[in-house]
C-alpha cells in the first residue's frame, strides 16, 4: 500500500466535518506552522520539491520566492478544475476541505497574504457548501480570523463561487473573474501574478491539490515528501482516469512508481479494458496535451518523463481511447470543448477555434475532402505556428495552442481513420 | 422597490463587504438573485449595479460571460448532459439524445411546463460516472437510458427536493462570519511580520559573517 | 519633449536597421517613427493597450530565439531585435486577416466605411487572396440604434474593444460591453439603457470598420468623394482639432485630430454633429430688413448705407457709446478684430462686449497668470471652481479625468452643486461665498478653515506661493454674480501669486474676445485704451474718450433709452443673457438694433436689419481657445447665398463711413493684429498653417520658441483615408519630433502681462447669503444640450435638448410636499414666475433648487436677475 497524503481520509464517514477531521490530527499542521517563522514553513516546502498540481507543474517553494515583497499581497487557490476529465480537485474539496483550508492557512502565513481567496468552480454546488461550512467551522475553532490561534497572525479566507467559464481556471483570467469582471486572461508581462495579480497586487495562485498536500509536508517535513517519486516528480499525485477503461476514478499514486499501462491494468486501479479490447490512444495531462499512443504506456507517470515524450503530466487527468472508439470524434469533440470555451478576446483562438471545430465535425460526418486535412491543420498553424510540442503562440494565453493538439496529434496518429471518414463519407464506428 | 428581498438585500451587503474592492462581488451578488428569482433578471442586474456602484450593462457584460448566469428564464431543473470527450466515450451524445426525445424539446429549450431547460454541458469533472448529468449541479451518473428517465420522474415528482433544490439555489450554506479582520489591522500585522523576518535574516548575515 | 531627451534614446533593430527609439514606447510606435508601419487593428495611441487582435504580431528575439510578440504590448529595450516582414509574420498576418473575414459580412459596398476600412486595406496589403471557409457565417440582426446617433452592426464588429475601452476608460460611461464569451461575444448596450454619452461619436471615430456608424453621416458620402482641411471646433472654448469633411461643398463629417495639447483625438457629440447646423436651411442667405413688422428683402448696399446713416446720426447725436456692439462666440479673431476696430477705432464707442453675463470680467481674465491645458493635466494640483466641466468644455472633462484617473495629478473641488467633476476629486467643499473669501486668503496655510484641501495640496507638494497650483475658474454657478467668483480669483491670485488659472468658461473664442479688446476699456494685447501704442493710434483714428459699457450697462441704459444702435453680432441676448427679462425689455426699447447672424434668431427675429453672416467652415481665420492657444479654422465649403465673413462685414461698414479698416483678407487682418497687438506678437497665417498647424501656438510666443512639434494627427486604423491625405502633405507637414527636437518647446507660456491685481476687486465681496423668507437657494448651470441656435438647427441633435425641470432633494421635496413630477410655479425675486415640472434628484443640496438654463424661455421670468449679488427664487405649488 502506498502512502496516501491528499486523500487519506476519503472514504472516511464524514470525512468533510470539522471533528473527523480534527480526530485525524486536523489543524496540527496549522498550529505547527505557526509556531515556525514564515521563512521555515517556506523552507519546508522548498524542500519538498513540490510541483505544481494546477497543470503548468511550477515548483510551488519557488513561486512563492518570485512573490514581490509589497505590504499588500494575496493568495487565491485555484479550484476552478474544468480542464476536461480532470475530477480530482473536485473529490478534494467534497471530501477533505479543511484539508484544503489548513493548507490554504498554512501558506498565507508563509507568504504573509493580506487575505486569502479560495476560487471554486461554479459548478461544484456541494463542494461550495462543503468548503463554506469548513470555512465557517474553521473560523468558529479559531483556525482563522483574528490572532490564529493565540498566534498574533490573522487573516480572513473568503469562498468566491466561479459561474462557469473554463478560462477561468488560467490565473490571470481567474484573478479578474475574482475582481467582478469577465474572464480574460492577462496579457503578459508581467508573466507571473507573483509580481501584479489581484486588485494590482502581487498574488500567489496555487491549485486546490497543491494547497492540499501543504499540511502532510508541515507535520512530516519537505524531505520525507521528497523522499517519494523520482527527479523532479516528487510526492504523490492524484490521478483521475477515465475514458474506456473499468475502474474509472481518481487513484493517488507516488510520482513515476507506476506506469500508464499499470495505472490502466492493474486491478486494483482501472482495471483494464472492456472484453479484449485495446488501448488506441491516450490523452495524458487534460484535454491540452498531445496524445500518446500504445508505444508509450511504460512510461512512468513522472513530469518529465511525459514531456519527454512529447507531451505533458498537465493536470494529472488520463483518458483512456481504446480500439473501438472513433479518433475523429474524439479530436472533434475535443476542439468543440475549446471553440465553446475560447474566452474570445484573441482573433485567432475565437475565430480559429470555431473554424477548427466545424472542420472537423464535417470530417466526423463524412463530408469533408481530403483537403480538409490540410486546411485544419493551416488553421491550426495560425494559432500554434510550427504545430510544435511545447507549442509557440500567436495568442495571449495557452489556451490557443491547446487547441490544436488534439487535431494534430488524431491526424499524426491517424490519417487513417480520417481517410476512411472521407472517403466513406461518415463515421465507421458504431456509437 | 428593490429586487433583492430583505434577507438577501442583507446576505448581499455581507458579501459586498467581504473585498478589498467591491466589485469582486459581482459573481456572487448574481448567484444570490438567480437563487431568489431562478435566473438573473434585468432588474436584478440594475439592483447589483447600483449595489456595486458601477453599470448595469457592466454586470450584464460580466455575466453573461459565465454559463451558469442566466439572462433568460430557465426550467425549475436545468438539466445538463455532459458529451465531453470521457462521458462521449461513455455514451454522453447519446444519452443526451435520449434527453432530448424523452423532454421534448432540444439542448437550450426549457420544456412547457418550465420544468425542464435541457443544455449539452461541457466536463463537469465527474468522469468517472460517464456517461454522467448534472441537474442544477447536482450530479448523478452513470447514467443509462433507464437510469434518465427515473431521474426525470423522480424530479417531476419531487422526490429529489432534498438534494436538488430549484434553479438558481447553489450553495445552500452560506458565509456565518461577515466580521473580518479590517485590512488595516492585516496591512499592519503583515509589515511588523516582514520587519522582524528582516531582521531575523539581518542577525543571521551577521552570524554567517562572524563565523567566517 | 525637451532637447536632453535624444541622449536617453536607446537603439533597436528593426528588419536589420538600427533605429533610436524612447524608452518605454512600443515597439509598434518605434517602427511607425523610423517609417515601418506595423498593421494593428486594436491598438490605438490614446486607449490603453490590450493586444486582443493579433494583428501586430512581430519577431521578437528573446532568450529562445525568434517568437511572435505583439509589438503593441511589447515596450522597447535597447538592443531589441524586431523583424516586421519574414515568412512567419506574413503567415500570422495572413492568418489573423482570414480569421477575421471568416464571420464578417462581405456588405462592403453598402458599407459607410467602404472605402476608408483599415480591414479592407489591410487585406488588400497583407491578407490571403481568398477564403477558404465554406461555412455559414454568423449572423446577427443588422444594424440596431444604441443610441439616437449611433447604430450598431454587430456582424461587422471585429472585437478589438477600441469602443468599449473609449467608453469606460476614457469617457467613463461603460454603457457599452461585450456581451456573451467567445465567437457569440457582441456589443451591445444594458436594455433601455441606450448609449446616451456626450462622447459617442468617438467610438464611431475609431471603430476599425463599420460596425459603428453615425445616423448623421450614414449613407451621406463615399469616403472618396470626401475633401477635407483641417480646422478647429468652434462649439465651446477648448478649440478640439478637427478634420472638417465635405462632399458636393456641402459639410458632411467632422473627425477628431490627434492634438497633444488639445484633445488627444477625441471629440463631444455636440461639436462633432454640429456640423448640421451649417447645412441647415433655416439659414439667413440675403440681407432682410423689417418694414411693417415683417421683414423683406434688401440688397446689401441699402443696407450697409442704412446702417452709415443710423451711425452718423446716433454719433451726431453726442456719446459715441451709444452705440454698442455684442460680439458672439460665432466670430473668429479676425472678425473680432474687425469689429473692435470698427467699434473704437472708427466709431470711438468703447460699449463693446464679447459675454452674455455669463462669463467673467474681461479686466480680471487678463490679469491672471494663464495655465495652459498640458499644465493643468500635469500640476501637481488643480482647484476647480467652475461649472460642470463635463457639461460645459466636455473634452476638457476628459483631458481632466484622464491626468486625474493616471494618477498626474490631483484635484479639489468647491461650489454650490454636484458636478462631474466630484467623481474624480479627492476633496470636493461645498461654500457658501462669504466663505470664499476665506478659503482663499488661507488655501495654503496651516490654518486653514479648509484643512482637507490645505492638506491636499500640500502632500501634492504645491508651494506655499501656489507654484504647482492650478486653479480652474469658470461660473460655477450662474445664479451667484461674476464679481463672486473674480473677487476670489483676484484675492486667491494675491495669496498665491504663482498659481495659475484655466479660465473655464464655455463660449468659444471668449479668450479671443478679451485679447483683441472686445472688453470696455481694453484694446488688443489687453492694453488699456489710455495706454495705446503708437502703433496702434496710427492705424486706429478715432480711440473712444469716454469709457464704454459692458453688457449689463449697455442692457440698462439701452431701457433708459440710451443706446440708439446695438450691433449684435453673432449674439442673441434676447435667448443667451443670462437675465432674459432685462435683455428683452432692454432690446425692446434700442433705436435701431442690427443683427449679423447666421439664423432667424430670438433676438434677429425682432431685430431692425439683418445681415446675413457666413458661418463656420466657410470662411478661414483664427481663434483662440481658453488657455490662450491661437488656432486655425479653414474655409471648406462656399459662404451660404449672399452671406459674408464678419470681418468684411465690418470693413464695408467701415467704408460707408469714411475710413477704409485696410484688409482685403483675412490674413491681412491676423498681419494688423500681429503688428498692434503684443500678445500677438510673431504670429502668422504662414505660420500657423506650417509648422503649428496641428498645436497652434499658445500667445505670447516665446521668442525662443519658434517651432513646434507636430503629432501624429489621426490614428490610422479608423481613418486610412485620412492618414494617407496627411501622408501626401495635403494637410500640413509632416515633420519627425525627432528632427524638431532642437527648436525647443512651445509649452512655455508667457504669464499674465505684468498688470497687478491691485485695483481690482475690492469691495465687491457680497454679504453671507440670508435666507429670505420663504426664498431658497438657486442653482443655475447649463447643460451641454441646453438650447441654442446650434442644437436646434442640428436635426440630429435638438432632440437630445434638455428639458425644463425644477430639481430639488427628496428631503426638501419632503419638507415643502412635493413630489417628482408635481407641477410647481417658480418666482423669480423680481416677481417675474415660470411653471415647471419638479424632479427629485438626491444630488441637490437641501434648500436648493436646481434650474438648467437654456432650457425654458418664459417671459417675464429669469431666475438671474442682473444686480443681485447672490439670486434665490421661491417654489410654490401651482
Ligand atoms: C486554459 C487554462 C486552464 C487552466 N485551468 C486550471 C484549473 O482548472 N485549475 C488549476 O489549478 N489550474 C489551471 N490552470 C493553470 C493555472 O493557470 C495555474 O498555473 C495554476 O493554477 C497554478 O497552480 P499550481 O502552481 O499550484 O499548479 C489552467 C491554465 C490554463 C492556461
Ligand atoms: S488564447 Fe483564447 S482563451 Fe486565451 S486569451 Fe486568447 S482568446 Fe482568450
Ligand atoms: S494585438 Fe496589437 S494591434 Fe491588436
Known amino acids: ?431 | 422597490m428593490s429586487f433583492f428581498t430583505p434577507e438577501n438585500l442583507g446576505k448581499a451587503q455581507v458579501l459586498v463587504g467581504l473585498y478589498p474592492d467591491k466589485r469582486s462581488a459581482l459573481i456572487p451578488l448574481c448567484h444570490l438573485a438567480q437563487g431568489q428569482h431562478g435566473h438573473l433578471s434585468n432588474e436584478a442586474m440594475v439592483e447589483i449595479a447600483e449595489l456595486l456602484g458601477i453599470q448595469p450593462a457592466e454586470v450584464m457584460g460580466t455575466a453573461s460571460f459565465y454559463d451558469m448566469l442566466h439572462t433568460e428564464e430557465v426550467g425549475k431543473y436545468l438539466v445538463g448532459v455532459c458529451t465531453n470527450v470521457a462521458c462521449m466515450l461513455g455514451g454522453g451524445l447519446e444519452l443526451l439524445e435520449h434527453a432530448s426525445d424523452v423532454l421534448g424539446i432540444p439542448p437550450g429549450a426549457t420544456t412547457d411546463d418550465g420544468m425542464f431547460t435541457l443544455e449539452e454541458v461541457e466536463c463537469v469533472a465527474h468522469c468517472d460516472k460517464a456517461p454522467c448529468a448534472q441537474v442544477n449541479y447536482r450530479y448523478f451518473g452513470p447514467l443509462a437510458d433507464s437510469d434518465f428517465d427515473r431521474l426525470v420522474d423522480d424530479l417531476r415528482s419531487d422526490r429529489l427536493s432534498e438534494t436538488v433544490p430549484p434553479h438558481g439555489v447553489l450553495s445552500r450554506v452560506f458565509r456565518d462570519a461577515p466580521a473580518m479582520v479590517p485590512l488595516e489591522i492585516i496591512h499592519q500585522e503583515r509589515r511588523d511580520m516582514d520587519e522582524a523576518k528582516k531582521a531575523r535574516l539581518a542577525a543571521q548575515n551577521q552570524d554567517a559573517g562572524g563565523k567566517q | 519633449m525637451s532637447t536632453d531627451v535624444s541622449q536617453n534614446l536607446i537603439t533597436i533593430s528593426v528588419d536589420g536597421k538600427e533605429i533610436k527609439a524612447v524608452p518605454g514606447e512600443l515597439v509598434i510606435e518605434a517602427a511607425e517613427k523610423a517609417g515601418v508601419f506595423i498593421p494593428r487593428f486594436c491598438y490605438h495611441n490614446r486607449l490603453p493597450q490590450v493586444g486582443m487582435c493579433r494583428m501586430c504580431l512581430v519577431e521578437v528575439k528573446g532568450p529562445r530565439g525568434f517568437a511572435l510578440q505583439p509589438s503593441c504590448y511589447l515596450p522597447v529595450s535597447d538592443g531589441m531585435e524586431v523583424i516586421t516582414e519574414s515568412d512567419k509574420v506574413k503567415k500570422a498576418q495572413d492568418g489573423v486577416l482570414e480569421l477575421l473575414l471568416i464571420n464578417h459580412p462581405l456588405d462592403c459596398p453598402t458599407c459607410d466605411k467602404g472605402g476608408e476600412c483599415p480591414l479592407q486595406d489591410q487585406t488588400l496589403t497583407y491578407g490571403p487572396g481568398e477564403s477558404r471557409f465554406a461555412e455559414e457565417k454568423r449572423h446577427w440582426e443588422k444594424p440596431i440604434a444604441i443610441s439616437d446617433l449611433v447604430f450598431l452592426d454587430r456582424e461587422r464588429c471585429i472585437q478589438c474593444d477600441r469602443c468599449t475601452r473609449f467608453a469606460d476608460v476614457i469617457a467613463g460611461d461603460a454603457l457599452i460591453e461585450f456581451i456573451g464569451r467567445g465567437d457569440h461575444t457582441e456589443i451591445n448596450v444594458f436594455p433601455d439603457r441606450p448609449f446616451s454619452s456626450y462622447f459617442s461619436g468617438n467610438t464611431v471615430q475609431i471603430c476599425p470598420v463599420g460596425a459603428l456608424t453615425a445616423s448623421p453621416y450614414r449613407f451621406k458620402a463615399r469616403p472618396w468623394d470626401l475633401s477635407q482641411v483641417e480646422s478647429s471646433c468652434t462649439t465651446c472654448s477648448m478649440g478640439c482639432r478637427i478634420m472638417v469633411q465635405s462632399s458636393q461643398n456641402e459639410l458632411t463629417r467632422y473627425l477628431g485630430l490627434d492634438s497633444d495639447s488639445i484633445n488627444h483625438g477625441w471629440l463631444c457629440d455636440k461639436g462633432r454633429f454640429g456640423f448640421e447646423a451649417v447645412n441647415s436651411s433655416d439659414r439667413v442667405t440675403v440681407p432682410l430688413i423689417r418694414k411693417n413688422g415683417s421683414f423683406t428683402e434688401t440688397t446689401w448696399a441699402s443696407a450697409l448705407s442704412l446702417i452709415a446713416s443710423k451711425v452718423s446720426s446716433a454719433k451726431a447725436a453726442g456719446d459715441p457709446n451709444r452705440i454698442g456692439f455684442l460680439l458672439g462666440s460665432r466670430l473668429t479673431n479676425e472678425d473680432i478684430y474687425a469689429w473692435v476696430k470698427l467699434a473704437k477705432g472708427v466709431v470711438a464707442s468703447d460699449s463693446v462686449d464679447c459675454q452674455l453675463g455669463d462669463g467673467l470680467s474681461g479686466k480680471v481674465i487678463s490679469v491672471l497668470p494663464r495655465a495652459t491645458i498640458n499644465q493643468a493635466a500635469s500640476a501637481k494640483a488643480i482647484l476647480a471652481f467652475t461649472g460642470d466641466i463635463r457639461e460645459e468644455i466636455p473634452v476638457l472633462f476628459l483631458r481632466l479625468r484622464e491626468a486625474i484617473k493616471s494618477g498626474k495629478t490631483k484635484l479639489a473641488t468647491i461650489g454650490t452643486h454636484a458636478s462631474s467633476l466630484d467623481q474624480l476629486s479627492d476633496v470636493s467643499v461645498k461654500v457658501s461665498p462669504d466663505q470664499l473669501q476665506l478659503l482663499a486668503r488661507e488655501l495654503m496655510q496651516e490654518s486653514s478653515k479648509f484643512p482637507d484641501i490645505a492638506s491636499l495640496f500640500t502632500t501634492q507638494g504645491v508651494a506655499s506661493d501656489g507654484d504647482g497650483l492650478v486653479v480652474l475658474l469658470g461660473r460655477e454657478n450662474l445664479a451667484w454674480d461674476r464679481s463672486v467668483a473674480e473677487a476670489f480669483a483676484v484675492e486667491l491670485s494675491r495669496a498665491l501669486p504663482k498659481a495659475k488659472f484655466l479660465i473655464t468658461i464655455r463660449s468659444s473664442n471668449f479668450a479671443g474676445g478679451v485679447d483683441l479688446g472686445a472688453v470696455p476699456g481694453l484694446l488688443p494685447g489687453r492694453t488699456p485704451i489710455e495706454d495705446a501704442s503708437l502703433k496702434l493710434r496710427q492705424k486706429w483714428v478715432n480711440l473712444p474718450g469716454r469709457a464704454g459699457y459692458g453688457a449689463a450697462e449697455m442692457l440698462k441704459s439701452a431701457l433708459r433709452g440710451e443706446v440708439d444702435v446695438l450691433f449684435l453680432v453673432g449674439s442673441d441676448p434676447r435667448q443667451d443673457y443670462v437675465d432674459s427679462v432685462l435683455a428683452n425689455s432692454a432690446l425692446d426699447q434700442v433705436g435701431f438694433v442690427v443683427s449679423v447672424d447666421t439664423y432667424l434668431s430670438q433676438s434677429s427675429s425682432m431685430a431692425d436689419l439683418i445681415l446675413p453672416a457666413s458661418s463656420f467652415a466657410e470662411k478661414s481665420g483664427t481663434t483662440t481657445n481658453l488657455e490662450g492657444r491661437v488656432l486655425t479654422l479653414n474655409q471648406k465649403v462656399t459662404p451660404r447665398g449672399l452671406s459674408r465673413p464678419d470681418w468684411t462685414i465690418a470693413s464695408e461698414i467701415a467704408l460707408e463711413l469714411g475710413e477704409d479698416l485696410g484688409f482685403t483678407s483675412a490674413a491681412d487682418v491676423l498681419d494688423e493684429i500681429a503688428e498692434v497687438s503684443p500678445l500677438h506678437w510673431g504670429l502668422s497665417w504662414h505660420r500657423l498653417t506650417r509648422s503649428a498647424a496641428l498645436e497652434g501656438v499658445v500667445i505670447p510666443i516665446s521668442p525662443t520658441s519658434l517651432s513646434i512639434r507636430p503629432n501624429a494627427m489621426l490614428d490610422q486604423v479608423s481613418t486610412p483615408g485620412i492618414a494617407s491625405v496627411w501622408n501626401q502633405g495635403l494637410a500640413s507637414s509632416k515633420t519627425s519630433f525627432l528632427e524638431n527636437d532642437s527648436e525647443g518647446d512651445i509649452e512655455q507660456v508667457a504669464e499674465a502681462p505684468s498688470q497687478a491685481t491691485r485695483g481690482l476687486g475690492e469691495s465687491i465681496w457680497p454679504l453671507a447669503p440670508i435666507q429670505l423668507l420663504g426664498f431658497m437657494n438657486l442653482v443655475y448651470t447649463p447643460k451641454l444640450y441646453s438650447h441654442g441656435e446650434h442644437l436646434k438647427n442640428s436635426p440630429h441633435l435638438s432632440h437630445l435638448a434638455v428639458e425644463a425641470k425644477c430639481r430639488i432633494s427628496g428631503r426638501t421635496a419632503n419638507d415643502l410636499g412635493f413630489e417628482t413630477g408635481d407641477s410647481v410655479r417658480v418666482a423669480d425675486k423680481a416677481g417675474g414666475e415660470g411653471l415647471f415640472e419638479l424632479e427629485i434628484d438626491d444630488s441637490v443640496r437641501d434648500g436648493t433648487v436646481e434650474l438648467t438654463r437654456g432650457s425654458f424661455a418664459i417671459s417675464g421670468f429669469s431666475p438671474v436677475r442682473i444686480g443681485e449679488t447672490v439670486n434665490y427664487v421661491k417654489v410654490e405649488r401651482a
Not at chain 1, 473554463?166 to 501574478?193: D, H, M, N, Q, V
Not at chain 1, 470543448?337 to 475560447?342: A, D, G, T, V, Y
Request: proline share 6%; aromatic share 8%; net charge negative.
Open chain 1, 1 to 431: 500500500m502506498s502512502t496516501k497524503i491528499v486523500t487519506a481520509r476519503v472514504g472516511v464517514p464524514d470525512s468533510y466535518l470539522l471533528s473527523t477531521y480534527l480526530e485525524h490530527g486536523g489543524y496540527s499542521s496549522l498550529k505547527k506552522a505557526l509556531a515556525m517563522t514564515p521563512e521555515e514553513v517556506h523552507a519546508e516546502v522548498n524542500a519538498s520539491g513540490m510541483l505544481g498540481r494546477g497543470g503548468a507543474g511550477f515548483e510551488a517553494g519557488r513561486k512563492w520566492a518570485m512573490l514581490k515583497q509589497d505590504v499588500v499581497r494575496y493568495l487565491v487557490v485555484n479550484g476552478d478544475e474544468s480542464e476536461p476529465s480532470t475530477f480530482k480537485d473536485h473529490l478534494l474539496v467534497e471530501q477533505d476541505p479543511h484539508q484544503l483550508v489548513e493548507g490554504t492557512l498554512i501558506t498565507a502565513y508563509a507568504i504573509g497574504a493580506s487575505r486569502a481567496f479560495i476560487y471554486l468552480r461554479g459548478e461544484f454546488a456541494l463542494g461550495l457548501e462543503r468548503v463554506q461550512a469548513a470555512i465557517n467551522e474553521a473560523y468558529a475553532y479559531g483556525a482563522v480570523g483574528r490572532n490564529i490561534f493565540g498566534s498574533g497572525f490573522s487573516i480572513d479566507l473568503v469562498l468566491q463561487p466561479g459561474a462557469g467559464a473554463y478560462i477561468c481556471g488560467e490565473e490571470t483570467a481567474l484573478i479578474e473573474s475574482l475582481e467582478g469582471k469577465r474572464g480574460f486572461p492577462r496579457i503578459k508581462p508581467p508573466y507571473f501574478p507573483a509580481v501584479i495579480g489581484l486588485y494590482g497586487a502581487p498574488t500567489i495562485v496555487n491549485n486546490v491539490e497543491t494547497m492540499s498536500n501543504i499540511p502532510w509536508i508541515i507535520a512530516n517535513g519537505g524531505k520525507s515528501f521528497a523522499a517519494l517519486g523520482k527527479g523532479r516528480s516528487t510526492g504523490t499525485r492524484l490521478f483521475a482516469l477515465s475514458g474506456d477503461v473499468l475502474r474509472p476514478g481518481n487513484y493517488e499514486l507516488e510520482m513515476t512508481s507506476k506506469t500508464f499501462r499499470e495505472l490502466i491494468f492493474d486491478p486494483e486501479f482501472g482495471g483494464g479494458l472492456r472484453d479484449g479490447r485495446s488501448v488506441k490512444a491516450v490523452i495524458p495531462g487534460g484535454v491540452s496535451a498531445p496524445w500518446i499512443g500504445p508505444d508509450n504506456l511504460d512510461l512512468p507517470l513522472g513530469q518529465d518523463e511525459v514531456a519527454q515524450a512529447g507531451s505533458m503530466l498537465g493536470s494529472g487527468s488520463i483518458i483512456v481511447i481504446d480500439d473501438h472508439s472513433c479518433a475523429v470524434r474524439a479530436a472533434w469533440r475535443i476542439t468543440k470543448f475549446f471553440n465553446r470555451e475560447s474566452c474570445g478576446q484573441c482573433t485567432p483562438c475565437r475565430e480559429g477555434s470555431g473554424w477548427i471545430e466545424k472542420i472537423m465535425h464535417r470530417i466526423e460526418l463524412g463530408s469533408a475532402t481530403e483537403s480538409d486535412l490540410d486546411l485544419v491543420l493551416d488553421v491550426c498553424d495560425n494559432i500554434a505556428p510550427g504545430l510544435t510540442w511545447p507549442p509557440q503562440q500567436t495568442t495571449i494565453c495557452v489556451l490557443g495552442p491547446s487547441i490544436p493538439s488534439s487535431v494534430v496529434s488524431a491526424i499524426k496518429m491517424f490519417r487513417d481513420e480520417f481517410m476512411i471518414h472521407i472517403k466513406e463519407e461518415g463515421c465507421p464506428f458504431v456509437h
